[in-house]
């Protein structure tokens, strides 16, 4: 298998000469499972189309889509992350996300990974970002709805509201955000240190792994250890 990840990182654009780049989404779930399936979210939800709606929104309100955001953390070792949605001006970041739960909680998962943004860019900037989250009820993909109100969420978004506000097919949710440094520091050192120690990378046995094609051949997965996401 170390083989199988040296290719694989080089494919991705992770691996460039001996830079290890490593994305945000890998702190998030199993690195292993990101590179295996790097569209978990697009299987798992109806994820691509409901980005394209409001990237496309999002551009007329003065947003940039897909920006992507890097933080060297230290010698041949960048961070990168890819923001659904960044507004300069108004220092506005928005994660798209959709759910299936009527009472649309927010995933811890959701909550680290806006703060990670808002931290690498501080520490980009020297400068106050504003995170938000726009939570996107999976049944409403085809609301006629749907697309003003992620207009309004989106505008309004840019007005830095410090609370959740629900509309018939969206929540622009305000989160609390937490210092991500150290969480970061860690799994990124661990990941670099087993990366050059033996070309692989760690698995990490989570809620996700069901969708892991590598699942069979997972030691993790077929027992896991008392390390999970």
Known sequence: MAGWYENKLRELGLLKGDTLFIRVG?????????????????????????????????RKLGYLPEYEVRLELGDKLVLVGHIDLLHPETHTLVEVKTTRDPEKKVYNEYLLQVSIYKWMLEKLSGEQWHPYILLVHDVSLFNDKLRPDIEVALLTATKHPVWTIEYTTVNLVAPTTTNPEKLVQEKTSLYYKQFRRNKTLPRIPGKHCEYCPLKDKCSE?????????
Not at 221 to 229: A, C, D, G, T, V
């Open 26 to 58: 890998m702190l998030l779930r199993c690195p292993t499972l990101y590179l295996a399936s790097d569209r978990v979210d697009s299987i798992m939800y109806r994820g691509i189309e409901i980005h394209e709606i409001a990237q496309t929104i999002g």
């Open 221 to 229: 997965y077929l027992n896991p250890s008392k390390h999970s996401i």
